[in-house]
Nanobody
Framework: QVQLVESGGGLVQAGESLRLSCAAS????????MAWYRQAPGKQRDMVAH???????NYAGSVKGRFTISRDNAKNTMYLQMNSLQPEDTAVYYC????????WGQGTQVTVSS
């Protein structure tokens, strides 16, 4: 079945960086606009960034200039480079298509301490 596996999260201090990965299987990855989402405790899941099939990107205002989304279609993998992390970036991070139509993975926890 179609599967998305997120990895790369962890506990960091404010100002540090992390790189998340999203590995997709059993989908024609290159056909989809893909996105990163995050969900903080007690809050709804929000889109952080998305990347089109052609590589065009868009970011939520709260992460613009700090996060960079990229993809490697040959590897069926998407990335999120997160720099200058802040405590408000603490959340579980998920990947999915732009419309979220693939079963959600487990996500990867990012915790930023002040």
């Amino acid at each position: 079945q179609v599967q998305l596996v997120e990895s790369g999260g962890g506990l960091v201090q404010a100002g540090e960086s992390l790189r998340l990965s999203c590995a997709a299987s059993r989908i024609i990855f290159s056909m989809y606009t893909m996105a990163w989402y995050r969900q903080a405790p007690g809050k709804q899941r929000d889109m952080v960034a998305h990347i089109t099939r052609g590589g065009s990107t868009n970011y939520a205002g709260s992460v613009k200039g700090r996060f960079t989304i990229s993809r490697d279609n040959a590897k069926n993998t998407m990335y999120l480079q997160m720099n200058s992390l802040q405590p408000e970036d603490t959340a579980v991070y998920y990947c999915n298509t732009y419309i979220g139509n693939i079963p959600w993975g487990q996500g990867t926890q990012v915790t930023v301490s002040s």
